[in-house]
DNA sequence: GTTCTCACA
DNA sequence: TGTGAGGA
């Protein structure tokens, strides 16, 4: 299938389907018109990488650990040891990421006036 | 009508 | 990532 008919089974932009190839996550054949032509199992790569775009993870993280996923009813199953950690560094840089913006708040707090109404 | 590349009020 | 230009 071309970009477009992925586009509509997937619900993403053309555009995107394009940065995706461009950051090396799905790598489409070529007609000779130049136009990028899609197998089936794409829908289901195009998914993945929404999921794990979801969950925090940049192209580049994407790429190594696409291939360590297996697919089972939309959800994601960690296929290797590689994604399993992955995922959990993510979640320590949310962690972190909390920690900072609760250490903001704190300081506008102060500034502030807890309590106080900020006129 | 569809897709392509490139560039950015 | 969206959008539009200019072409095929």
Redesign the pocket.
Known sequence: M????L?RRTG?????L??YEEQGLLI?QRLP????VYGETDVAVVRRIRIL?AAGLNTARIQEILPCIVDEDGWLTPDCPELVDALRQQRNRIDDAIGELETTRANLDTIIGAGRRAS
Request: charged share 35%; no cysteine.
């Open positions: 071309r970009i477009g008919e586009a993403v932009s053309e555009r995107a394009r940065y489409p018109s130049g136009y990028r775009l």
